[in-house]
């Protein structure tokens, strides 16, 4: 019998640190007009140096896990769409897993640029779907910030700090995530790319004095791109979703211009009531910003039991992802747990993980004493 991959859960994080576009005529030869008019964003948060992708990926997931009333041990999978992982490895993905006391679950970091959380949501989906898991914590979390060339007015005024999760879990009720979508198109992999830091040109004194570790892009390009694929996109997951358009009630594109989603928009004959839109205060914020948009819209009460959603990402690679979604979770539940017990639950997660790395050391120094008792030749 199929499950089906319901969404129980949802949380997100922005960091409360705004930079404007004001702020930004300042460093760049720029101005809020230009920005505006060019892309509809007028701000964006940027997480300070302890808002880390973990940090902030750790609290959209805890807050996923509280609406869904969800015990974090029952959780099987924990994947994070990401550009911006905490490290290379370990996957950012385990960090949230010990953090939030995951203590059953896999975890994994995932690579699709700005389609990340797209990409991530069908995996879980098709996770749940073939029974081979049962509670998928998905997150897009991002700090693009780190990776901006600060005086490149084509890319610094574009991207945001945030994270967006959401928890799925099976069920035999028909509902949830329907269909997904998936593209890619490695040939324009240059028009947007971060050239150093991977192992084709690790970190040299060259990378850094040539700023190889920062964004590059050409908007151009990936201004056509965008415009294409992603009403095509929202066509073919409409289409095997068995849906009509006319039956879609909110379409949650990925936030990057708001040129793009009009565009996309008028070509879908949507109505603007039927189109979320908030990057005006959050810019682009990569694989974050589905998510983050998704959390908005549910608490501008604009996700209703019953609602057919199409969710559009694209991004680096290039790659494109579109889910449609019957939305079945209940409106937003109370927290099932008191703010105190909650934070009292995952101080005790985090002196857990420190009493494991503890015995981890002293595990170590006993392993080391014995092979040295062992090693001494025999007193005569
Ligand atoms: N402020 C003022 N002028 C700027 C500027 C800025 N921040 N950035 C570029 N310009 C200038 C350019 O230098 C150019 O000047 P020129 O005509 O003297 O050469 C002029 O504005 C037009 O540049 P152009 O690149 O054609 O602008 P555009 O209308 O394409 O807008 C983007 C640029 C980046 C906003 C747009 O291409 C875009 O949004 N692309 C998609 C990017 C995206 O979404 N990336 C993430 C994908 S996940």
New binding site residues.
């Given amino acids: 019998m199929p499950r089906y991959a319901h969404i129980t859960g949802w949380g997100k994080y922005i960091p409360p640190g705004i930079l404007t576009n004001h702020d930004l005529a300042k460093m760049?030869?720029?101005?809020d007009e230009?920005?505006r008019e060019?892309?509809g964003i007028a701000e964006r948060h940027i997480a300070t140096a302890k808002e880390t992708t973990a940090f902030m990926a750790i609290h959209a997931a805890r807050d996923a896990v509280e609406v869904a009333d969800m015990d974090p041990a029952k959780i099987d999978l924990i994947i994070v769409a990401t550009a911006t992982p905490e490290h290379c490895f370990p996957a950012t993905a385990c960090l949230v897993q010990d953090a939030i006391g995951a203590t059953r679950a896999g975890g994994f970091d995932l690579s699709a640029?700005?389609s990340g959380f797209g990409y991530a949501l069908a995996t879980a989906t098709g996770m749940i779907r073939s029974g081979m898991h049962n509670a998928v914590l998905v997150i897009g979390s991002e700090t693009l910030s780190q990776l901006l060339d600060w005086d490149d007015?084509?890319t610094c005024?574009?991207f945001g700090d945030g994270a967006g999760a959401v928890l799925l879990q099976g069920k035999d009720e028909p509902g949830g995530v329907l269909a997904t979508s998936l593209g890619s198109d490695g040939s324009g992999g240059d028009l947007?790319i971060v050239p150093a830091g991977g192992s084709k040109h690790p970190a040299s004194v060259e990378t850094v004095t040539n700023k190889m570790h920062y964004v590059r892009?050409n908007?151009?390009e990936?201004?056509r791109f965008?415009t294409r694929v992603v009403a095509s996109a929202a066509r073919q997951v409409v289409q095997q979703a068995g849906w009509t358009f006319d039956k879609i009630d909110l379409f949650i594109p990925?936030q990057?211009?708001v040129?793009?989603i009009d565009s996309a928009a008028k070509a879908l004959k949507l109505p603007p009531e039927k189109v979320f839109v908030n990057l005006e205060r959050y810019g682009?914020t990569?694989a974050a910003s589905i998510p983050i948009a998704l959390c908005e819209a549910i608490d501008a009460n604009k996700v209703n039991p019953g609602d057919h959603l199409v969710m559009v990402g694209?991004?680096?690679g290039l790659t494109w992802a579109a889910c449609a979604v019957q939305w079945s979770a209940p409106k937003r539940r109370a927290l099932a747990a008191p703010r105190a017990f909650t934070r009292l639950r995952y101080g005790w997660f985090g002196l857990r993980s420190l009493l494991s790395k503890l015995f981890r050391h002293l595990d170590a120094l006993l392993s080391r004493i014995i092979d040295f008792i062992e090693r001494r030749p025999p007193a005569v």
Avoid at 28 to 31: A, E, G, K, L, Y
Wanted: glycine share 12%; net charge positive.
């Fill in positions: 760049v030869n720029t101005s230009w920005i060019r892309t640029g700005c007015r084509g005024i574009l947007l892009m908007g151009r990936v201004y965008a990925h990057a211009n040129r793009i682009n990569s694209f991004g680096a």
